[in-house]
């Protein structure tokens, strides 16, 4: 339809009804459910003294409470599939949301029951019978608006009166008009108010709800911290398979032009031989660098055959004692490894240190790693050096750091990493 | 003397087929695998196995279970493997029972041919070809100890003692006379309560169980 711009801002808040209206219609129909239970004593003729209606009435009050559980999964389809919101199950403490038949036998003394049943007691049904009448008020108006079309398409004695095209009728399309604002208005902010109040009642409690939150953010940071070293281990695979065999392969026939192109002039051997150096420089350089990464003899080995071969390369003589029964996970296992192959990178930088130390243990569910030096001293992990990165490494696995590292030393380094005993 | 290579890198073994070749060995086979290279080694029966440490498909120290396997089953093999890193747990493992014939070095040491070929030789005599790194590593090991009552240059010596060097190549390396060397060597010896011995493989082999690998 073409809307002509005077249109427009008239009706765009009518926009977007559809389906709060549908999901009070569903509403509806579960309220239904519940108010055809109410009945059941009246099937067949039923109590009519005061006494006996109240206690049918409270009786049934009880079966519609008891069934809660089984409402709540009709109101949480029905919240998903009209509106799209999910409203999250209950969890027990520490272990995921009951099955419905425990709930149902638990009865009163299951998880967040009262909520439930004041919901499905109270509040649901208001809201239900609000809502429809906003929806009866929104189909009245939309006749009420378009009584001209009535006026002039139905034959005249079928009229319910002679108004005619008179004020009246005016009155009526203006005061329909009106009552459809009001009724739209009316049916989205219901959907709104029924959205929060079922959050709240029905779904876990705010608490609950952070404390779920918590357990999913740290679940997905550990499948990130995951995710970055299959990531280091892919790269340091691809380096390890293509450029340093290349560099290798290349040195190996410089070496090879070396040996046996004995007759070559002097400045050609000169140039090879400087080739054959450069590419040697290169091995090394690239084979310091993706040691960093992950190395493979760290997964094949564990810490202590990894951090040997750190401390080897070192140019200052380290000492490393590792002291572990069984091997700690392989994500605390590639941090710690980083923590003493960065921290001692920043001893070879600044520390000015003629020897360090590394020992790794296990203390109950801690590993405890410590690099220390007997440097210059002075080190600050917010001093822009290698160790900010280390703080953010450490942190990723709810690990601790820690330095000590007075002006004149000697620096301490402590780091300790979750790690089941 | 024959010899079969195992290296997953096509390139590299392009290479180290000439190399082998220009040292006077016949290369019998080439695998790309541990399991291609044991049933070539099966096959052919060479003198000398070159092997990659890390092939497939584990990628980590399939050439390592590889030489054992090779070790136990054919003793009179002589094995050299060639890592991108040496590491002493590897060493330590191919260490263990008899160190004759056995060869560990970086793979870079390749390109310095000479030196190569020198190593492929003295470990296909049945000689010890040990990368310095790996040394240096073993003897971080040890802290405790007689280590710390040697010279740095005793230190020097006894790397290039274990690395299986002969004296007269350790007197070139260190660019001194053999008589040095044997001095050295002596002095060596001494304070480490080890034995004398003649041939090159026993000082090596003393020098490993002293590191405690051998």
Same mark, same amino acid.
């Given at each position: 339809m073409h809307l002509t711009p005077l249109t427009r801002p008239l009706l765009r808040p009518l926009q977007g009804v559809g389906r709060p209206a549908a999901f009070h219609l569903h509403g509806a129909l579960i309220q239904c459910c519940s108010l055809l239970l109410f009945a059941v004593p009246w099937l067949n003729g039923g109590p009519t003294r005061a006494l006996s209606v109240l206690l049918a009435v409270f009786g049934m009050a009880a079966v519609v409470a008891v069934l809660s559980p089984v409402l709540t999964g009709m109101q949480r389809t029905r919240f998903r599939d009209r509106l799209g919101?999910?409203?999250?199950?209950?969890?027990?403490?520490?272990?995921?949301?009951?099955?419905?038949?425990?709930?149902l036998l638990a009865g009163p003394r299951a998880e967040r029951f009262w909520p439930q049943a004041r919901y499905h007691l109270v509040f649901g049904p208001l809201t239900a019978a609000a809502a429809l009448g906003a929806l009866v008020l929104a189909v009245v108006s939309v006749a009420a608006v378009t009584i001209y079309v009535w006026?002039?398409?139905?034959?005249?004695?079928?009229?319910? #009166?002679?108004?005619?095209? #008179?004020?009246?009728?005016?009155?009526?399309?203006?005061?329909g008009a009106g009552g459809l604002y009001a009724a739209v208005w009316a049916v989205k902010a219901l959907a709104r108010l029924d959205t929060r109040v079922a959050l709240s009642r029905l779904g876990p409690t705010p608490a609950e709800r952070l404390a779920r939150r918590v357990e999913e953010v740290t679940e997905s940071r550990a499948g990130v911290v995951d995710a970055a070293d299959a990531e280091r281990r892919r790269i340091e695979r691809d380096l390890h398979d293509g450029a340093q065999q290349r560099l290798v392969s290349m040195a190996v026939n410089l070496g090879l032009a070396k040996v046996t192109l004995t007759d070559l002039p002097e400045d050609a051997r000169k140039v090879i031989d400087e080739a054959h150096r450069e590419a040697?420089?290169?091995?090394q350089e690239l084979s310091d660098l993706v040691r960093g990464l992950h190395p493979a003899v760290l997964e094949d080995r564990g810490l202590d055959a990894a951090l040997s071969g750190i401390a080897d390369r070192a140019p200052l003589p380290v000492r490393v004692r590792v002291d572990l029964e069984s091997r700690p996970a392989p994500a605390i296992e590639a941090v710690a490894y980083f923590v003493v192959s960065e921290a001692l990178a920043n001893v070879v930088k600044h520390a000015r240190a003629s020897r360090a130390e590394v020992t790794v243990e296990r203390i109950g569910g801690i590993l405890l790693v410590v690099v220390s030096d007997d440097g210059v001293g002075g080190a600050d992990e917010s001093g822009g050096t290698g160790l900010a990165g280390l703080v953010k490494r450490v942190a990723s696995v709810d690990g601790t750091f820690s330095i000590s590292s007075p002006v004149?030393?000697?620096?301490?380094?402590?780091?300790?990493?979750?790690?089941?005993? | 003397m024959r010899a079969v290579i195992a290296e997953d890198s096509v390139l590299l073994r392009v290479g180290l087929v000439k190399v082998l070749e220009a040292a006077g060995f016949e290369v019998a086979a080439e695998a790309g695998d541990a399991e291609a290279l044991l049933a070539a080694v099966a096959e052919h029966r060479p !003198?000398?196995?070159? =092997?990659?440490?890390?092939? %497939?498909?584990?990628?980590?120290? &399939?050439?390592?279970?590889?030489?054992?396997?090779? +070790?136990?089953?054919? %003793? &009179? $093999?002589?094995?050299?493997?060639?890592?991108?890193y040496v590491e002493e747990r590897y060493a330590a493992d191919l260490l263990t029972g008899d $160190?004759?014939?056995?060869?560990?070095?970086?793979?870079? +040491?390749? /390109?310095?041919?000479?030196?190569?070929? !020198?190593?492929?030789?003295?470990? /296909?005599?049945?000689? $010890? /070809?040990? !990368? %310095?790194?790996?040394? =240096?590593?073993?003897?971080? +090991?040890r802290? =405790?100890?007689?280590? !710390? +009552?040697?010279t740095p240059r005793e230190r020097e010596v006894l790397e290039l003692m274990a690395s299986g060097r002969s004296n007269a190549g350790i007197a070139a390396q260190l660019v001194v006379s053999e008589s040095a060397v044997a001095k050295h060597i002596n002095n060596i010896l001494a304070k480490l309560d080890l034995p004398r011995a003649d041939a090159d493989h026993r000082r090596v082999l003393a020098v490993l169980r002293f590191l405690g690998v051998g």
């Open positions: 919101v999910d409203i999250p199950g209950i969890a027990r403490p520490g272990r995921g949301a009951a099955p419905l038949w425990e709930q006026i002039w398409a139905l034959p005249v004695e079928v009229r319910l #009166s002679q108004a005619g095209y #008179s004020t009246l009728a005016a009155y009526v399309t203006a005061g040697k420089a290169a091995i004149g030393g000697p620096t301490v380094v402590t780091v300790e990493l979750p790690c089941a005993p | !003198d000398l196995v070159v =092997s990659d440490v890390r092939m %497939p498909p584990g990628f980590t120290d &399939e050439g390592v279970r590889a030489a054992l396997v090779i +070790r136990r089953q054919w %003793p &009179e $093999t002589a094995v050299l493997l060639l890592s991108q $160190t004759r014939g056995v060869g560990y070095l970086l793979k870079q +040491r390749v /390109a310095d041919v000479e030196e190569f070929i !020198d190593a492929l030789r003295r470990v /296909a005599a049945g000689g $010890t /070809a040990l !990368d %310095p790194q790996v040394v =240096s590593q073993l003897l971080l +090991r802290h =405790s100890d007689p280590l !710390d +009552r040697l």
